[in-house]
């Protein structure tokens, strides 16, 4: 849905005027009006502070109206060099026995030719797709390709 159809529905059902709505939101009356005739695309964050104000959210949902729910534990998992983890990986916490058990968390130390065990990481993210998430994956596929091929029109004999 366009922005400025919700904004406008959004006045319609809290009887606000566009100067009422912009006292309410602290947004400009002027950009109000731009974003209801079209002439500007609001960003994310004036679009959820004119929601919050007037007691409306925004929610994302999939095509089948499933709401979208963010992980919080991922998106809480930094490695040593600040960065977030890939979004598209699953991960897990490392354990002391993982850590013992694998090579991977020593590094060469340069023109000494020794290795150091590096400290142990929060967690640890899978280069391979989740078996979970890839078996869905395929059945969507096997799914998408029956749904052509019964809608297919038959063949000429």
């Given amino acids: 849905m366009e922005p400025a159809r919700v904004l406008r529905a959004v006045r319609r059902v809290r009887d ?3 100067r009422e709505l912009a006292a309410t939101t602290g947004v400009a009356r002027a950009t109000i009006e731009r974003i209801e005739a079209g002439r500007c695309a609001p960003s994310l964050a004036t679009l959820e502070r004119i929601l919050e104000a ?3 959210r925004l929610l994302v949902v999939d095509a089948d109206g499933k709401p979208l729910e963010p992980d919080d534990a991922h998106d809480a998992i930094i490695d040593r060099a600040g960065r977030r983890f890939p ?3 699953s991960w897990d916490p490392v354990t ?3 850590y013992e058990a694998c090579w991977g968390w020593y590094r060469y130390i340069p023109g000494t ?3 150091r ?3 142990l990481p929060s967690a640890t993210y899978h280069r391979r797709p989740d078996p979970r998430s890839f078996n869905a994956f395929i059945q969507r596929l096997i799914a998408e390709a029956q749904r052509e091929r019964d809608e297919a029109p ?3 004999p």
Avoid: V, Y
């Fill in 96 to 98: 002391k026995q993982d």
């Fill in 87 to 89: 979004a598209h990986l």
């Fill in 113 to 115: 030719g020794m290795t």
């Fill in 54 to 56: 007037t007691r409306f």
């Fill in 16 to 18: 606000l005027n566009q």
């Fill in 154 to 156: 038959p063949r000429d």
């Fill in 117 to 119: 065990l590096m400290p």
